[in-house]
């Protein structure tokens, strides 16, 4: 595989609440912990533990807005609500899989906004400023790489010809939102992603660090929160890892420089390494 002017960002989203809608984005800025705006608060169980659409597939149904103070949810049914981001004091712990950390309470309008989306108590969290979690260093080697409130890396990018051959082996395709990527890349050949190790993105340096093995959410209507067509039985076909004991689609990646970069759809995708 070698290097293909013709590749392209075709597809920028954020999820500014982990677990709910995408945002489509133009452009956007590319920090250490990933895109601007991306997952920087998600739903928690009244103990702080995080929720998915793993077990509360609603969360599908609450789209998100990024406001200049803070957020506006809104959801089938309800009316919307504006949140303001909390400001410290009032730090509570909560839990991202194993990661323990302080995080801000967004409060009780919110908390009983989402009670109804979900029909049971949940908190609306946003991200301390300092707040310290880093990626498995086991993928991303001897350095300290920040994430926000996303599962484990900073970037989930997919490319539309690996769905393009996934939608051939299935009954129904499935659109790339079931997916949740950030970048989408356009113009590579069925899961080149596989081999490639560095790719500058307009001008940012992103460095693919591991296969993203896949749950059960691809199998959720992304717009109604409904069970659908679910493509594990076909990835487990031809994309089971063995040794992270998953079927994969896709790729975590982390951002190499520059800080602060601007990225947007149509940049050209090349292959450093």
């Not at 989930?156 to 051959?165: G, K, P």
């Not at 949740?180 to 307009?202: H, K, M, Q, S, Y």
């Amino acid at each position: 595989m070698s290097s293909r002017p013709s590749a392209r960002l075709s597809a920028i989203r954020i999820y500014p609440v982990k677990a709910c809608r995408r945002v489509e984005l133009g452009e956007t800025r590319v920090g250490a912990t990933g895109l601007a705006g991306d997952r920087e608060w998600m739903v928690a169980r009244p103990d702080g533990r995080f929720l998915s659409q793993r077990t509360h597939p609603a969360l599908a149904r609450i789209v998100p807005r990024l406001t200049a103070s803070g957020l506006e949810l809104s959801a089938p049914g309800l009316p919307a609500l504006g949140v303001a981001r909390p400001e410290a004091p009032g730090s509570v712990e909560v839990a991202v899989w194993d990661d323990r950390m302080l995080a801000l309470d967004a409060g009780e309008a919110a908390a009983a906004w989402l009670a109804r989306v979900l029909g049971e108590p949940a908190r609306l969290i946003a991200r301390a400023p300092d707040t310290r979690r880093f990626a498995n260093r086991a993928f991303v080697g001897e350095r300290d790489v920040p994430v926000s409130f996303a599962d484990a890396y900073p970037i989930l990018v997919c490319t539309t010809a690996s769905l393009a051959d996934l939608n051939a082996r299935l009954p129904a395709p499935v659109p790339m939102e079931r997916f949740r990527p950030n970048l989408v890349i356009d113009g590579w050949g069925a899961f080149d992603e596989d081999r490639v190790r560095v790719v500058r993105a307009g001008p940012a340096v992103l460095r693919f660090v591991k296969p993203c093995t896949r749950c059960t959410v691809p199998a959720i209507d992304q717009e109604s929160g409904e069970p659908s067509t679910d493509p594990a039985p076909a990835l487990k076909t031809f994309r089971f890892d063995r040794v992270l004991r998953g079927v994969t689609f896709g790729v975590n990646a982390t951002v190499e420089a520059p800080p602060g970069a601007t990225l947007a759809v149509g940049d050209a995708v090349e292959i450093v390494a």
